[in-house]
């Protein structure tokens, strides 16, 4: 088992896999408002599935994850690989439970939809693009770009305006914080919503835009990412074994089954 000291994670440098690269030339092209909005409109207006949390991960395990460079683990062994460790540190309940269900958005692959759609880093939309975020030079390719109402200082925004108030490109976070929004305290939502948003809570990126929530979020948001990026090369969990446990800590918050 390689140790943090001898393993680079989120190496997004010439070493990068050309899928990868592919992956955010696809990514950045694509995400505009106009996607964003569609998006929106596709998943957020309609119900296409009535499941529990255990059997969403289940469905999720099917899925491979195109941009992520760190691991070759199933997805279901990703969560319980992120909510072992955070429970092994002593954290509240909530916070075990993120990291199990952070990714389940990640189920949009199963719907057809493209990688580019689902997974990767975040940014915002309707505003400049930051040179914080990964492989920036690919939204010269992005129509966006051309339009000025977009690339003025804020955009379609303004300081302080608050980031739930910011369409974020659309990708697995934003489709899971919509699916359990109504079943968690606000820190918990917040590393759902912006656990990949990497420009921000990482780089400091956008951060005229956040308003007192967000400051009072961001540190939750930022300690929440070690869990998830340097789990990834620990032993893979015990699935049935933890079973149990983790389905008593999903009916403490959730009903046996909710709208997807
Ligand atoms: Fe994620
Ligand atoms: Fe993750």
Redesign the pocket.
Known sequence: MPSLDDHKYRDYTETTSQQVREFYRANHRFQTVEFGEAQRDKYLNHTYAKMGIWEALELLNTVIDESDPDTEFSQIQ??LQ?SEAIRAKGHPRWFILVGLI??LGKILCLRDEPQWAVTGDTFPVGCPYSDKIVFSEFFAANPDLNNSNYQSEFGIYHAGIGLDHVMMSWGHDEYCYQVVKNYLPAPALAIIRY?SFYPWHQDNAYSELMNDHDRKMLPSVQAFQPF?LYTKHDLPPNVEQLRPFYEELIAEFFPAQIDW
Do not use: A, M
């Open positions: 990703h969560c992120t952070h990714d656990h998830d």
